[in-house]
């Protein structure tokens, strides 16, 4: 994802998880260390992270934005 591209709540969003792209949504903006998807997440303002939630299984995971792809068809 571009530096200066922002992810937002809802977005429509694709990542690579263990070989394969998965889609789902953004859940939230992480911007400070908290617990989240079951592990603990070292966000920052200068470096956050994502919460996300996956379209097919509805499992949570937490990515930094470089791992993201925001995806234009909605779906």
Do not use: F, N
């Not at 591209?5 to 070989?19: A, F, I, N, P, T």
């Not at 908290?34 to 996300?52: C, D, I, L, N, W």
């Amino acid at each position: 994802m571009a530096k200066d591209q922002e992810l937002g709540k809802g977005d429509h969003v694709s990542w690579s998880s263990h070989g394969q792209s998965v889609h789902g949504k953004v859940k939230k903006k992480i911007t400070k260390r908290t617990e989240a998807a079951g592990r603990t997440v070292a966000a920052s303002e200068e470096e956050p992270q994502y919460e996300v939630e996956s379209d097919k299984t509805g499992r949570r995971a937490v990515h930094k934005p470089r791992s993201l792809r925001k995806r234009g068809d909605g779906a």
